[in-house]
């Protein structure tokens, strides 16, 4: 039990819809990640959210966006879906401020883009 | 830019044998490198990571990794497995002013335990 949830577990959509997914950090956590794995892939960092500002992105289009609440809740939105973005997303928090802190990750929400 | 390589996509060992999970990354510094566990419907634990100091480290559930640098490989071992530890292993490494948050995953070794 990592403390971090996300939600919902299970998502089906259509080509061209729109999306959001929805991270619970881990309590007293600043920073959260998140991550797209493509079935049978390692999981690629979309970007990370510190301080409620975006904080680096790996090579994911601008329909590709997200948000972290002063809560540390966060959202992922993916706009125009494709079927190529069906894969599981994952969610990571930690605490910047400490060195070596753990990335913590969630169980992930698997979406299905038809 | 940073890459990770697993060159096993599916190893199979008896129960109680040795385990080693290969694995080799190219980062133009010392990197920080992790291995992460996943169970089928799970998100990912952390069993080790390097970020410094001595190359032999040690994690959780009996496992541990040597960081070699002249080889650029981070290999993860065992010495007996158990059953319970079937399941996706992957090796990734950050970038040291990212911390660990910024990771690049390998494609993933998943691992089949027989009796």
């Known amino acids: 039990e990592t403390g971090v949830t996300q939600s919902p577990t299970h998502l089906i959509k259509t080509r061209g819809q729109q999306v959001t997914l929805r991270c619970s950090s881990q309590?007293?956590?600043?920073?959260v990640s998140w991550y797209q794995q493509a079935l049978g892939q390692g999981p690629q960092f979309i970007f990370q959210?510190?301080?409620?500002?975006?904080?680096g992105r790996g090579n994911f289009p601008p329909r590709f966006s997200g948000l972290q609440f002063p809560n540390y809740s966060s959202e992922l939105n993916v706009n125009a879906l494709e079927l190529d973005d069906s894969a599981l997303y994952l969610c990571?928090?930690?605490?910047?401020?400490?060195?070596?802190?753990?990335?913590?990750f969630g169980s992930g929400t698997q979406l299905s883009v038809l | 830019a940073q890459s990770v390589t697993q060159p096993d996509i599916h190893i199979t060992v008896s129960e109680g044998a040795s385990l080693e999970l290969r694995c080799n990354y190219s980062y133009g510094a010392t990197p920080y490198l992790f291995w992460y566990v996943q169970s089928p419907g799970q998100g990912l634990q952390l069993l080790l990571k390097?970020?410094?100091?001595?190359?032999l480290v040690q994690g959780i559930k009996g496992f541990e990794a040597e960081f070699k640098r002249s080889q650029s490989s981070f290999n993860l071992r065992k010495p007996s497995v158990h059953w319970s530890d079937a399941a996706e292993y992957f090796c990734?490494?950050?970038?040291?002013?990212?911390?660990?948050?910024?990771?690049?995953f390998g494609t993933g070794t998943r691992l089949t335990i027989i009796p």
């Open positions: 990734a490494v950050g970038a040291p002013n990212f911390g660990n948050e910024k990771l690049t």
């Open positions: 390097y970020f410094s100091g001595d190359t």
């Open positions: 309590s007293g956590h600043n920073t």
């Open positions: 959210y510190y301080r409620e500002e975006e904080n």
């Open positions: 990571a928090s930690s605490f910047r401020g400490v060195t070596n802190e753990k990335l913590f």
